[in-house]
């Protein structure tokens, strides 16, 4: 029955969930507190409800990835 | 008023004052000191300024495209092509934009995460010139692939179907109901039905939030899933 649980995962909402638009605001701050903090556990204690969301939408998780691998670069 | 497990619902809890910019205001450090001295200033000094900050986003959107082959089916001149309008765009929000730069992270990083959403951005409007699906085509035999369910268990497969489909039909307003059809059925991305429907992934993301709460606690009241703690909990559907 591992479908229903996938479906399961799928559909379990977290109150803490911030949204898109708020989390996106602050990808950048978010990002640079893992990076301080390779483990995540200092952003996702100073952003409960960023975590959240990061780990429910595709698309900001996305983009953190991808944020946070040309910030760790250092491109400039 | 908003629920309080809609998306954002609690955001200056959750986020230690999210709506304010979230973070904690610093000292800039030298590199971040010398971007914002060239690109608020004038002449010569701007311009060689706003041309670098073009040809960094130019590599971070190029480095992000690449990053992201094989979940898009761009290549060649056309990815090239887009990663030019990526930063040519983000440039221009952020030199606009410059004033609200709140010094709580390096210049860079807060530069990179305007090219970086206009990558996304770029992808989901991109996908409807070689759609792989149409919207609205409800394939419900798609379903059980998304949630990984083998082709050959066939009553796994029907019964999933069956139950998700009659919660969709019977919970979800209109709207939700096409939004959820598309994203989860038909397995469009979200920044695609963004472009389509000329939304905003926020908006998008909230309609998806509310329904996998209905179909979840209306899934669960049939049997099909064990009902959470937080759908017995009366306070956590309270108004806050």
């Known amino acids: 029955m591992a479908g229903w649980d996938e479906l399961d995962r799928f559909l379990q909402t977290d109150p803490r969930d911030v949204g898109c638009e708020q989390a996106l605001q602050i990808l950048h701050v978010y990002v640079e507190a893992v990076l301080d903090d390779e483990t995540g556990a200092e952003a996702a204690r100073r952003y409960p409800g960023v975590e959240a969301h990061l780990l429910s939408c595709g698309p900001c998780a996305e983009d953190y990835e991808g944020l946070l691998l040309v910030a760790r670069a250092d491109l400039a | 008023m908003r629920s309080a497990d809609d998306p954002g619902g609690d ?83 952020i030199t606009t934009k410059l004033g609200e730069f709140r010094g709580e992270s390096q210049f860079t990083t807060w530069a990179y995460r305007f090219v970086v959403l206009e990558v996304s951005s770029k992808l989901g409007r991109h996908f409807w010139q070689r759609p792989t699906v149409a919207l609205d085509t409800a394939d419900w035999e798609r379903l059980p692939d ?92 309270q108004v806050r």
Request: proline share 3%; hydrophobic share 40%; charged share 25%.
């Open chain 2, 11 to 93: 955001a200056g809890a959750a986020c230690g004052g999210v709506r304010g910019g979230g973070g904690t205001r610093r000292e800039p450090d030298e590199q971040t000191a010398q971007w914002l001295a060239a690109l608020g200033g004038s002449g010569s000094a701007r311009e060689q300024a706003v041309s670098r900050l073009h040809e960094l986003l130019l590599r971070v959107a190029r480095a992000e495209l690449g990053r992201r082959a094989g979940r898009h089916p761009i290549t060649g001149p056309e990815l090239d092509d887009l990663a030019y309008q990526a930063a040519d765009d983000a440039v221009l929000a």
């Open chain 2, 146 to 237: 998304r949630f990984g369910i083998s082709p050959v268990d066939h009553a796994e497969r029907r019964d999933l179907i069956a139950a998700v489909r009659r919660a969709v039909d019977q919970e979800l307003t209109e709207r939700q109901r096409r939004v959820f059809i598309a994203i989860v059925v038909d397995g469009i991305p979200l920044d695609a039905l963004v472009a389509q429907l000329g939304s905003s992934r926020n908006a998008i993301y909230k309609i998806m939030f509310d329904a996998r709460r209905k179909l979840r606690a209306a899934l669960a009241a049939n049997g099909y899933l064990t009902a959470s703690a937080q759908e017995a909990d009366p306070e956590h559907h």
